[in-house]
Each structure stands twice: as structure tokens, then as C-alpha cells.
């Protein structure tokens, strides 16, 4: 059996949770047998899990559960493995999936491979592939164990509805309260994190300035997209770091990424180029980002960026 | 405080990555190797100053062959006391835990440092296993740590935001940028790094549960399309019927 951990924020279920089940029902369907999934605390959708492929939806409710420690969700979700005998465990690739993978795969003895992007191919082995070398690369791996542990690259497959709402059934699995305490979460409202954004409008030195990013601001909303940033505007203090992405900032890998005024260095691309489409606006012809691009635009971002805002507009307006 | 920094080998950012003719490894022919960034900038400079500031000691530990050790001393010219380097060439993360969990079983380490994921493997669980092996609580991608005795507060990256959590020692950090600021190693660290103990450790045995078959390189691009700056309706157009995005 294939058991997919569901992340909710909120009482709801993630984005990333549908991904996640929509691989974990193609696993099972690979391995000829079937996917559930799971959900710690309350999730008032937590049903429509059914829909992508879960034939069942546990869930887990444990005061001591109310907060994240990878330890006490460690216990949990290793203990529901155990209880249902599930074989591969699919994670999201999110700070949380990703601060509970190694401690699963420790805890049941199983083999694992972080940040997968395809579905596992199982003739003469369970084999799955993850990017490495920041995205410069693709390994394909094998899991010997019998009990394998995974975690999904977000924006890697897109949910896909297979099915119909299924009940929700109470798990009860001994759960003990960890030594963290959470004492504080900030979280930026109104937009969609960088790693689950499909959109992302991002900025780079050639804004000359904080000031200027009100143009990057306009464009991101007409779009509906999360703004980011190269690292120096990060480190200036232009922008805030959790908008820095590249090799030591955060990794995406949105449907769409717009760069304006980033000259696409290594380390750069090293966190975007993963993007399904990149759109590079530069004035400089020679700069190494055109090289990474599907869509070049080399011109004066401070006319280009507020003319591509109007032309969304039009373009919302019309359909 | 008795502080451990596991630290690991990659090839340098800049690496133009190739594999050997059968795709089945990485072509080390011109790769320079460092000390992972995550390791050293964060986590190794963190634990320093914690030492500074309280009294204790910093080790240093790789698991890996004889090469490492270049690497392993630029963190005793940084300002590690000693290093320890468990001689194995591991083939998965479990093994790589196993062999560190092994070490630090014994010897009372108030907080295990790790980096929050290495640039070639971009795996990021070594950290969580560890903690797993250790059962001890594990504190993933901190961009700030304050120490009051034997508590720490700390300031965690999550999904569009940050956490802030309060746990006592014993405990495992991954470390993400903010946590501390990059040192640069000066000549009087890297001549005293010469009389700093390397000590040798022979590996435990461990299976290794995953392999890597092979590697390959993503697909090219496709020669860039480009537009005319004037008219950004072409490139929504394209963006909307041709890539499909919008
Ligand atoms: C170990 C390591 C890790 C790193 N990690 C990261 C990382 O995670 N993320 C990251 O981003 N960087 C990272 N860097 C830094 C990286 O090497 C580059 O220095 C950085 O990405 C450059 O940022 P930039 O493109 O904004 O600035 P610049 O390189 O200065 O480029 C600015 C660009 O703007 C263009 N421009 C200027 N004015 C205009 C205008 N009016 N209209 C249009 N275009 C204009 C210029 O032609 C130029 O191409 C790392 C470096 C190292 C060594
Ligand atoms: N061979 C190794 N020896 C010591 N520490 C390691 C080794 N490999 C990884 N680590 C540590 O584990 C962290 C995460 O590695 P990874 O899980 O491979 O991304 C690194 O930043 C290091 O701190």
C-alpha cells in the first residue's frame, strides 16, 4: 500500500497534498496496489483527497499534534505506516515533508530519496529520478528495501482528478509530546509561498533600487503572481529574504517565471531553472540568462515591465 | 558547550557538470571540490561563535576517504578545535547518518550542526536521520539562534515565513543562510590548523538502501524566442497560446 502524508495549513488541505496524492495514486497503480493518505489534525476538505486517487483518508488528532516537531509527527506517521503495513510513504518536498523524510526513513530502516519528480518505474527495481546538482543534473535511483520513503518536488505533476469524495476515518496511533516549542509563526498573507507559487515575478539588481519595485509589485498582482529576487537585492536589504531564491535561497520551479534586471548567474539559475517557462528582460543582449530562456525581451525594464502590466491587463479584460 | 559540525565535500558552485561515458557517475576530471557552503558559512561559523561566547569546544566531522582531509582542515583553519573524519565512502544517506549517529552516540554532544542540504545531492535528510538515530529533536532550515544556558530560541524558514521555537540542548540544527555570517580562514588559523588533531576513525558497517544508477543531463533549451520590446501583446500571446501558462 502506498501511504501519502497530506499537509494541511489552516484546517485545509495544501496544494501540495493533491500533488502528492495524484503521484501517490500513480505509485500504487504502478505497484498494482492501492493509496491512502493521511492527515494530522483537523482538514474539513481532508474527504475530497478521494478525488485524486486516495481510496481512503485517515486522520490523526492529537493535542500533542498541534504544533509541528518533526519527532511527534515522526511517531505519528510511522506508526499509521505500521499499522496499515503501507510500503512507500510519499512526503511533499516542503520544509515540513522535508524536516520528516530522513527521520522516517531512519525510523522504519527504509531507503528514501528526497525531492522526486516522476512517477517510480518498477520493472527490475523500484526506480524513481530527483534533480541534483541544483537542477544541472538528473539522477535516477534505486530503493532496495522493502519499505521506501519519498518525497515529491512541488509543481513537479499537476493534481488530477480520478475519482469521488471518500469518508474520513479516525487513526489512533500513540503519539508523544516532543521538546519543541512553537512559540511564534509569521507567515507573509494574501500570497501564495514561493514554493508553491505557479506564478513568479522576480527582480534583480538592475532595479537600481527598492523604491523602483513598484512596477514588480504591479506586474506580480495584474498576474496573480509571488514576487522574488536574486540574492544581492536580498542581502541590501531592497527586498526581504524570504523572496531570495537561487542556489543558497529557495528553489522553485513555477509553470511561469518572469526575471527582470537579473543578469542569470550559476547560483542564480541554479534555484529557477527548473521553471517550465522563463521570460528574461534585460538591456543587456549578452547577458548568460537569455541562454536558460524560452521568451527574451532585451530592452529597459523600466518601459518593458510597466508595458507587459498593460498588456495583461487588456489581455485579463478580454478573457 | 560541546558542539559537533558535520561537514561535507561538493564540487564547487561554478562545476560545469559532466559524467563518465556509461552516465553511471560524475566526471571528477577539473572538478574542484569545497567545503559545503550550508556547513561552512552557517553551521561551522554559528557553532564557533557559540564556543566564543560560552567556553566548550567545536569538532568537526566528515565521513569520507583519505582526499577529504583539504577539506576537512579549511575547518580547522576556520577555527574548529579538532576534526574527526569516520573513513568510509558511504553510497546513501542512511549510511552517512548511521556512520555520524554511530560516532556521536557516545560522546554527549549538546547540539549536532548540520547545513541544510548539500549543493550536489540536494538531499537534505542526513540532518533529520540523525536526529531520528539520536532521538533528539531537530530544528530544520534556522536563520537564527539565540542561546540562554542550555536553551535555545530559534528562528526556523517555513513556507512563506518564519517560525520561532524554544527547545534545551540536547538537539540537531540544520543550518540555513541568516544564521551566521561566512569567515575567511586567515594565515594564522591555517598554520595553527597544522597542529590541529585529525583523528581517523574506522567506518561501522551499513547497508546502503538506495543507489544511484545512472545520471543525465536535462533537456537543452530550446534557442530563445525573442520579442520585441514594444510589443508586449506578442509575448502574452505566446505565453497564453504557446506556452500554455496563463
Ligand atoms: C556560493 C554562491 C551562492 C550564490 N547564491 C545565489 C543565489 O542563491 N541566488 C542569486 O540570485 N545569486 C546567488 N549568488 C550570486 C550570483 O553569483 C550573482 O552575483 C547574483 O545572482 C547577481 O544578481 P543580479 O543578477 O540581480 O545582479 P547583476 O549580476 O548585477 O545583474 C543585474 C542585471 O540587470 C541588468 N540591468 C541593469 N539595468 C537594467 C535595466 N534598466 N533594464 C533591464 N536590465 C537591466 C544588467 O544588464 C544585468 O544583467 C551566489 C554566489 C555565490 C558565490
Ligand atoms: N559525508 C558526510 N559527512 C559528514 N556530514 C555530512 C556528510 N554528508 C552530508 N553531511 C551533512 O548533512 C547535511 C545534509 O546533507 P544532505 O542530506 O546530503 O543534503 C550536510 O549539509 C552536512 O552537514
Not at chain 1, 503572481?225 to 531592497?238: E, F, H, I, N, Q
Not at chain 1, 534586471?261 to 527548473?274: C, E, F, K, T, Y
Amino acid at each position: 500500500m502506498v501511504l501519502v502524508f497530506a499537509e494541511t495549513q489552516k484546517g485545509k488541505l495544501k496544494k501540495a497534498a493533491f500533488e502528492a496524492v495524484t503521484y501517490g495514486y500513480r505509485t500504487a497503480q504502478a505497484l498494482g496496489s492501492e493509496c491512502v493518505a493521511l492527515v494530522i489534525g483537523a482538514a474539513e476538505d481532508a474527504g475530497q483527497l478521494g478525488k485524486y486517487g486516495a481510496s481512503k483518508v485517515y486522520q490523526v488528532e492529537d493535542p500533542a499534534l498541534e504544533k509541528f516537531d518533526s519527532q511527534t509527527y515522526t511517531r505519528a506517521i510511522a506508526g499509521a505506516a505500521k499499522e496499515l503495513d503501507a510500503k512507500v510513504l510519499v512526503l511533499s518536498h516542503s520544509t515540513t515533508g522535508k524536516s520528516l523524510l530522513g527521520r522516517l526513513a531512519a525510523r522504519l530502516d527504509a531507503g528514501s530519496v528526497p525531492g522526486v519528480n516522476a512517477v517510480p518505474t518498477t520493472d527490475g527495481g523500484f526506480k524513481v529520478r530527483k534533480p541534483v546538482f541544483s537542477g544541472k543534473a538528473i539522477a535516477e535511483m534505486e530503493i532496495k528495501t522493502d519499505v521506501k520513503v519519498l518525497s515529491l518536488m512541488g509543481n513537479a505533476i499537476q493534481p488530477e482528478v480520478v475519482g469521488d469524495n471518500v469518508g474520513v476515518e479516525a487513526l489512533s496511533v500513540p503519539v508523544e509530546a516532543g521538546r519543541i516549542t512553537v512559540k511564534d509563526v509569521e507567515r507573509v498573507e494574501g500570497t501564495v509561498p514561493l514554493p508553491e507559487a505557479e506564478l513568479v515575478v522576480s527582480a534583480g539588481r538592475g532595479m537600481k533600487g527598492p523604491e523602483n519595485w513598484g512596477i514588480i509589485e504591479e506586474l506580480a498582482e495584474v498576474l496573480g503572481a509571488t514576487t522574488a529576487c536574486s540574492r544581492p537585492v536580498a542581502d541590501t536589504g531592497w527586498r526581504p529574504h524570504h523572496e531570495h531564491v537561487g542556489q543558497t535561497g529557495i528553489a522553485i520551479r513555477p509553470n511561469l517565471y518572469i526575471a527582470a534586471g537579473i543578469s542569470g548567474a550559476i547560483q542564480h539559475l541554479a534555484g529557477v531553472n527548473n521553471s517550465k517557462t522563463i521570460v528574461v528582460i534585460n538591456k543587456d543582449p549578452d547577458a548568460p540568462f537569455f541562454k536558460a530562456a524560452d521568451y527574451g525581451v532585451v530592452g529597459d525594464l523600466f518601459e518593458v515591465v510597466p508595458r507587459l502590466t498593460e498588456a495583461l491587463k487588456k489581455f485579463k479584460a478580454e478573457n | 558547550m560541546k558542539l559537533l559540525v558535520c561537514v561535507s565535500k561538493t564540487p564547487d558552485t561554478t562545476t560545469k557538470i559532466k559524467f563518465t561515458s556509461d552516465n553511471s557517475e560524475l566526471d571528477t576530471n577539473g572538478v574542484q571540490y569545497i567545503m559545503n557552503p550550508y556547513d561552512e558559512w552557517y553551521a561551522l561559523v554559528r557553532a564557533l561563535e557559540l564556543k566564543e561566547a560560552q567556553g566548550g569546544s567545536v569538532t568537526i566531522l566528515n565521513v569520507g576517504p583519505a582526499e577529504n582531509d583539504t577539506v576537512i582542515r579549511k575547518g580547522l583553519a576556520i577555527g574548529a578545535d579538532e576534526a574527526v573524519r569516520i573513513n568510509a565512502d558511504p553510497q546513501s544517506s542512511l549510511n552517512v547518518a548511521k556512520q555520524i549517529a554511530e560516532y556521536a552516540k557516545g560522546e554527549g554532544f549538546d547540539i549536532v550542526f548540520f547545513g541544510k542540504e548539500t549543493i550536489d545531492y540536494n538531499g537534505s535528510e542526513v540532518s533529520a536521520m540523525v536526529a531520528e538515530l539520536l532521538d533528539m529533536p531537530f530544528i530544520s532550515y534556522a536563520s537564527h539562534m539565540e542561546m540562554d544556558g542550555n536553551n535555545a530560541t530559534i528562528k526556523r524558514d517555513i513556507e512563506g515565513g518564519v517560525e520561532t521555537l524554544s527547545v534545551d540542548t540536547p538537539f540537531v540544527i540544520s543550518a540555513a543562510k541568516g544564521l551566521a555570517e561566512q569567515r575567511i580562514p586567515n594565515m594564522r588559523g591555517i598554520m595553527m590548523a597544522k597542529r590541529k588533531p585529525l583523528k581517523v576513525v574506522p567506518a561501522a558497517t551499513f547497508d546502503d538502501p538506495v543507489a544511484t544508477v545512472s545520471y543525465e543531463l536535462p533537456p537543452e533549451k530550446g534557442q530563445v524566442k525573442l520579442i520585441d520590446p514594444e510589443n508586449m501583446d506578442e509575448l502574452v500571446r505566446l505565453l497564453h497560446e504557446e506556452a500554455k501558462v496563463i
